[in-house]
């Protein structure tokens, strides 16, 4: 009896510390734990420590379990719809489409490329695509590697903000980014911050639906235009950005909170109350130059007209040959009309309104949030926690702006940085261009159907 006891306890403390990653393991040694003590007659005590870690530990395992059962489902199915893709028939003449990806392995604190490779890899091998994957050393390497890409007919960026940042940056520094930025653009959610993905996917809870979805939709090719920010200092070239500009006190506060991680969920807070007692009032001075929206041009047609006949193009050159040269009329340049600003904030936002897509509108713009440097310092603290969440959210009391172009110019001996696109940049004076619908993200196919219906109702 007293040998079936100590067999009871050592299977108990094994089924703790089983050296296996497969759960089901764990769970099959807990119930013989469980068997061996009842076959000796021994019943735990209700308030035994033993006990109730075993039960924690149990349901643990059995959670995790399923979840993982759910997550392989999930991939099973990803993969089944992928490879209907790549059954499809092609012609013999035609040339596989070409896709490279830009993976940024250090994203969401190093794990992004498992989860690459365990959500992503597979289906984008199974569609019939040719793919590429370039992976990235270091920071700023996307940029470089872009302006020496070679022809592709997609690209796809697979990690969080700062890599969609670093590679639509160096897309756009190219000489011929006239011609590449018409390439379709996908982005596989991997960082830890990836707000682009809000704007192009159906929210999900669950990470690998998440991430499948997401590659699924690259396959289908549903395409949306997006805005792009061109941020260019005095001497610097120009960093381009899809969400945003911030430069203030909650961005400021924003970026420590990491330091306090040991008060758990308290973490912002503490970043934003700490921030009061270092200085206070903040107030941020500046001054800002800006030009109204422009009027959106009509979209052009995708399907080029056909080429007229060979007797229409010759009866058109000899019109033209023959007759007199038409004098060019000089046209009147309007001046631009610049509105000066003065401002004291306690944070500048200049934000796209790719987080609000609508067809509908007749003139492009990016808004300008100055927030007013009046608040206390219980409402710093709770809106820092609201920023955390929106970073561009404009509270109410604050100056909003429509603008197509704007000059910030600062105080000698001001000091400070950017967040673009969550990136940090040194504070210096710009000029921040709008360049609307410049690039083509795709898109979920249920994104882009919700802003057909919008525009036609």
């Known amino acids: 009896m007293e040998g079936k006891k100590r067999e009871s306890l050592f299977l108990c403390r094994v089924s703790l510390s089983y050296p296996t990653k497969n759960p089901a393991s764990r769970i099959q040694i807990f119930l013989q734990a469980s068997e061996a ?21 149990a349901r643990e395992s059995i959670m995790n379990f399923l979840c993982s059962h759910s997550d392989n489902l999930l991939r099973r199915s990803a993969c089944q719809e992928a490879q209907v893709f790549g059954n499809q028939l092609i012609p013999s003449s035609m040339p596989l489409k070409k896709a490279t990806v830009f993976l940024n392995p250090a994203a969401y604190k190093g794990k992004a490329r498992n989860l690459f490779e365990a959500n992503a890899a597979p289906i984008l091998h199974l569609s019939g695509l040719d793919v590429t994957v370039v992976k990235t050393d270091y920071e700023g390497q996307a940029k470089k590697l872009l302006e ?11 990690g969080g903000d700062g890599t969609v940042q670093e590679v639509i940056t160096g897309l756009l520094r190219r000489a011929d980014e006239a011609a590449f930025s018409k390439i379709p653009i996908g982005f596989i959610p991997l960082g ?12 999900s809870t669950n990470q690998v639906e998440h991430i499948t979805n997401a590659t699924l939709a690259i396959l289908k090719g549903e395409t949306i235009p997006l805005d792009v920010l061109q941020i260019k200092g005095e001497k610097e070239q120009p960093v381009f950005a899809v969400t945003g500009l911030r430069w203030g006190s909650y961005r400021d506060a924003g970026v420590k909170a990491s330091k306090y991680w040991y008060l758990g969920p308290l973490k912002t807070k503490a970043a934003h109350f700490f921030s009061t007692l270092k200085e206070w009032p903040q107030k941020h001075q500046a001054a800002l130059m800006y030009l109204g929206p ?10 080029k007209p056909s080429r007229p006949p060979l007797y229409v193009r010759l009866y058109r050159r000899l019109r ?3 007759s007199s040269p038409s004098k060019e009329i000089p046209r009147e340049v309007a001046p631009e009309d610049w509105e000066e600003l003065k401002l004291s904030t306690v944070e500048l936002s200049i934000a796209t309104r790719n987080r609000q897509l609508d067809l509908t509108h007749t ?10 440097d ?12 609201q920023k955390m969440r929106d970073p561009h959210i404009c509270p109410e009391g604050s100056q909003c702006i429509q603008a197509s172009r704007c000059i910030l110019q ?11 696109d969550n990136e940090e940049y040194e504070a210096m004076p710009v000029e921040v261009k709008l360049l609307p619908r410049k690039l083509q993200f795709i898109c979920d196919p249920r994104i882009r159907e919700q802003m057909l219906r919008a525009a036609v109702q």
């Open 37 to 57: 003590g009842t076959n000796c007659g021994h019943d735990y005590p209700r308030d035994s420590h033993l006990q109730t870690e075993l039960e924690m530990r």
């Open 148 to 158: 020496l890409m070679e022809n592709t007919d997609l690209i796809i960026i697979a």
């Open 192 to 203: 830890k911050t990836s707000t682009l993905s809000h704007t192009l996917y159906p929210e």
């Open 294 to 303: 422009t009027e959106r041009p009509p979209e052009e047609p995708e399907e």
């Open 320 to 322: 033209l040959y023959w």
């Open 363 to 372: 003139e492009d713009f990016m808004d300008i949030c100055i927030e007013a």
């Open 374 to 385: 009046t608040v206390s310092k219980g409402q710093f603290v709770s809106r820092g926690s």
């Open 410 to 420: 600062f105080p000698e001996g001001t000091e400070g940085s950017f967040g673009i």
